[in-house]
């Protein structure tokens, strides 16, 4: 392919990409969950001027998305769009770098085929239409890896040589990569593991990059530093690992029954069932949801298997093994959010395996070269429609329309802030909730267009506020329970 064409390819992929990402945002998912509006009470801190190299609030989050996020929302306001653009922009970039070091890896037809799958699949759609912080972790951990396979490629030649930037720079976004998400912390047992292989396979030439590999872990580390100290010296900040850490803590005493179960069911979360939970998948869906991607993901892993002794495919399966084990050791399995790390290497497979189809069609079909051309490309797009035609299908109007989604999201409590902003400003108004006193009020502040500090809140299930006045307003969204004597 051309350098033009090329350029065409991936400038209509982000495109495509950009454009599933801003459709709708404010619609699907269908209003904010309380992750979202937690993260805009802590952006609204960091605003006021309230830092920290860890929040504490909402059962703990790293910095780095907290503060792009609280930019986004000085920027745009207290708004979905100050809330949900660091996901999509973060979704793009790592888009955009996965594309280039799987370009590095394999070559442009490849990185072509992976940054389409990475375009319309549900799975990186999902979390780039959210507020949630884990979509900014493949962006960094993909530059990490580009880094230090570019330093291994290239060798550390001196002190202050192009080597030297190269480890400095995959040690720097290795270091990052703690500050966004808790799945992070596998990537250091991922470069470990790369490194023992290399050691393995292509010993003459780890031999001479020792140095690089130190520089790296030492860059790492020095980043790294502040937000290690100050976890290890406040042991209990972290109130989400420590709930969902049992598979972890049963393995440490020699139990190894729920990581088996949850291996089982990460084995399962591409092809066969996906992650269960409504709030951030259509409940059991796989990564791989048409029977023609889910059979190239097998092919390429097996291509994959097959070549282990090659490091591009040996760093392909480790990257996978290393990005499953969040979700391993933790509960509920499998999570597409602890497995996140994956999306940087699990469209990669695919992408080998159809390349290598149309590389073996046989050119005496006696189609000629441009009939060899149609029938390459009927091929890749038929491949490609299905998969984004499940996308916007399950997405777009199967996965909003699901109860449990509806409620997490806080649909009914959306619907009341719309209405309130067709009333009067003098209109006395009550609204029923399920958290009134953390975060009903922060919810309607945000879904609303209007000011509604004057807004009396209750939950109906055990105290009603009448609201005072002719023309007043009580609200009470359908998921929440009226007590029958209270009507």
Known sequence: MSRRGEWAAITAILLLAAALRFWALGVVPPGLCHDEVANWLIAHDILAGHHAIYFTAAYGHEPLYQYVQAATVALFGDHWLGLRWPSVAFGMLGLAVTYVLTRRLFGVPVALLTAAWLSMSFWPLFYARVGLRAIALPFTAALAAYFSLRAVEHGFQDINGSGMTNWLLAGLFLGLSLYIYMA??????????????????????????????????????????????????????????????????????????????????????????????????????????????????????????????????????????????????????????????????????????????????????????????????????????????????????????????????????????HRL??????????????????????????????????????????????????????FVPQVVPFDADLR
């Open 184 to 417: 992070a912390r596998v990537l250091p047992f991922i470069v470990v593991a790369f490194t023992v292989y290399l050691s393995a396979v292509r010993f003459h030439r780890v031999r001479r990059l020792w140095r690089g590999i130190l520089l790296m872990f030492a860059v790492a580390a020095f980043v790294s530093a502040p937000l290690v100290v100050w976890l290890a010296t406040h042991p209990g900040a972290e109130y989400r690992i420590a709930e969902v850490r049992e598979p972890l803590d049963r393995l440490l005493v020699g139990d190894l029954s729920l990581v088996w179960q949850n291996l089982i069911a990460n084995l399962k979360f591409f092809t066969f069932a996906g992650d269960p939970w409504p709030r951030q998948n259509l409940p059991g869906r796989p990564v791989f949801a048409d029977p023609i991607s889910a059979v190239l993901f097998y092919t390429g892993l097996l291509i994959a298997l097959l070549r282990w002794r090659d490091p591009r495919y040996g760093f392909l399966l480790l990257w996978l093994i290393g990005s499953l084990i969040p979700s391993i050791v933790t509960s509920v399995a499998p999570s597409s959010i602890r497995d996140i790390l994956g999306l940087v290497v699990v469209f990669v497979f695919p992408a080998i395996s159809l390349t290598e189809i149309l590389h073996r069609l046989n050119w005496d079909l006696g189609l000629g070269t441009w009939g060899l051309v149609i029938c390459h490309l009927s091929f890749v797009i038929l491949t490609l429609a299905s998969c984004l035609f499940l996308t916007v299908r399950d997405y777009f109007l199967r996965w909003p329309i699901n109860s449990v989604v509806r409620f997490d999201y806080q649909t009914d409590l959306t619907a009341v802030a």
């Open 421 to 474: 902003d067709g009333l009067s400003s003098g209109t006395s108004v009550a609204v029923a909730g399920l958290s009134v006193h953390t975060m009903d009020g922060p919810s309607l502040e945000l879904a609303a267009r209007r000011d509604v500090h004057d807004v009396r809140l209750c939950d109906t299930r055990e105290t009603l506020v009448v609201p005072a006045g002719r023309d007043a307003r009580l």
